[in-house]
Structures are given as structure tokens and as C-alpha cells.
């Protein structure tokens, strides 16, 4: 197969990514304004527990510069804020709780909401702390809600190389393996067998150590 073959073939599967990337995120952008939505109208009625559980969800379905995602943190604030103003605890541990599920969820190689992850976890360590309790029971609330048992970020790109090795064995396999004529190259099936066990090596040390 030649060069220019393998180009437009290369040129045809980016353009496809671009294309699902772009539909997407525009199905995520839609349901993020009709959740936030939902909030506002929760929220209008006095109905601040139904209003939290939607602009969770908005703020769940993140896409990078979205106003919905923007918007939905500041519903769950001032939900949370307003509710511990009112001088009703449950109401701003179910808005908090929503804060920080939704910024840990939203998480990949960075953390886009680090802000309102921190703030969530210190009003949340403020309103589980009992009345009267030592001061270092609060640092420990903290410390407990900020622990990271999360996969580390390095280790999840090892688990991502490790598939596309593989996958990239597979694929060399399929279109050199085995020539138009019927017979094996043994070159390719090497080359497929280095990159598939590659793959499957990165992968379960990915696993082993994430």
C-alpha cells in the first residue's frame, strides 16, 4: 500500500474524530442548557433541592468554555450560601456535595474546577465539624474529603498508550499481515506482535501502579 494511500486514510480518520468530537460536544452543550434550565425554573418555585440535583447535572456535562458549566457552579453556590444564610444545613451539605461530586467527576489530566473543588471541601469540613469539637477535628474533615484515591494522571496516560499500541498491532496485522495473494509476511506479524505485547505490558503496569 502506498504512502499516499496511507495518508488520506490517516487524513479521513482525523476528520472523523473532528466530526464526533463536534457532534459531541454540541449534544453536550444542548442538554447542559436544558439541565440548567430545569435548575432556574426549580429554583424560581422555591424548590432548592430539585434545583441542585439539575445544575449538578449541568455542571457535569463539561465542555471547555461552556456557560452553562459556569453557570451551574454559581446556582449551587448561591444555593449553598443562601442556605447556610437561612440557617439550613442540609440544604447547603445536599449544594456543596453537589459542587465537589460535580468537580471530581469533571477531572482528567487537571482538575478544570480546582476552585470550587477547594471551596466545597472546606464548607463541607465547616458543616460536618460538630459544634464545640477541637480545632483539629475540622483539618481532619478536610484532610478526609481532599484525599486523592483517584487514578494518578501520569498513569492514566500509560493506560491510554497502552491501548493504542495495541490497537496499533491490530491494525498493522490487518493491513500487512496477510498480503492481497494470500500469504504472511513475517515482518508485519512481527512488528504486530511487538506492538499488541507492548500494549498489554503498558497497560497492566498502568493498572498495577494507577
Known amino acids: 500500500m502506498s504512502a499516499g494511500v496511507w495518508l488520506r486514510r490517516v487524513a479521513f480518520a482525523l476528520l472523523l474524530a473532528v466530526v464526533a468530537l463536534a457532534v459531541l ?3 453536550m452543550m444542548r442538554e447542559g442548557e436544558s439541565a ?10 422555591g424548590d432548592l433541592r430539585e434545583s ?8 457535569t456535562l463539561y465542555a471547555p468554555g461552556a456557560p452553562h458549566v459556569n453557570a451551574a457552579y454559581a446556582r449551587l453556590t448561591a444555593v449553598a450560601v443562601g442556605a447556610e444564610a437561612a440557617g439550613d444545613p442540609d440544604v447547603a451539605r445536599l449544594a456543596w456535595g453537589a459542587m465537589r461530586g460535580a468537580a471530581l467527576e469533571t477531572r482528567h489530566v487537571t482538575t478544570p474546577h480546582q476552585a470550587e473543588l ?12 460538630v459544634k464545640g469539637a477541637p480545632p ?6 478536610l484532610a478526609a474529603l481532599q484525599k486523592d484515591d483517584t487514578p494518578r494522571a501520569p498513569w492514566v496516560a500509560v493506560l491510554g498508550a497502552g491501548f493504542a ?3 496499533a498491532g491490530i491494525v498493522v496485522f490487518v493491513a500487512r499481515g496477510i498480503t492481497r495473494a494470500g500469504r504472511t509476511s513475517k515482518s508485519a506479524l512481527w512488528v504486530s506482535a511487538a506492538l499488541s505485547a507492548a500494549g498489554v505490558v503498558l497497560w497492566v503496569l498502568a493498572v498495577y501502579r494507577a
Open 52 to 59: 441542585v440535583l439539575h445544575a449538578r447535572r449541568a455542571a
Open 36 to 45: 440548567l434550565a430545569r435548575s432556574d425554573a426549580a429554583f424560581d418555585r
Open 165 to 167: 499500541l495495541f490497537f
Open 118 to 129: 477547594d471551596r466545597a471541601n472546606a464548607a463541607l469540613a465547616r458543616l460536618q465539624t
Open 136 to 141: 483539629d477535628a475540622r483539618t481532619a474533615t
Open 25 to 27: 460536544t454540541a449534544r
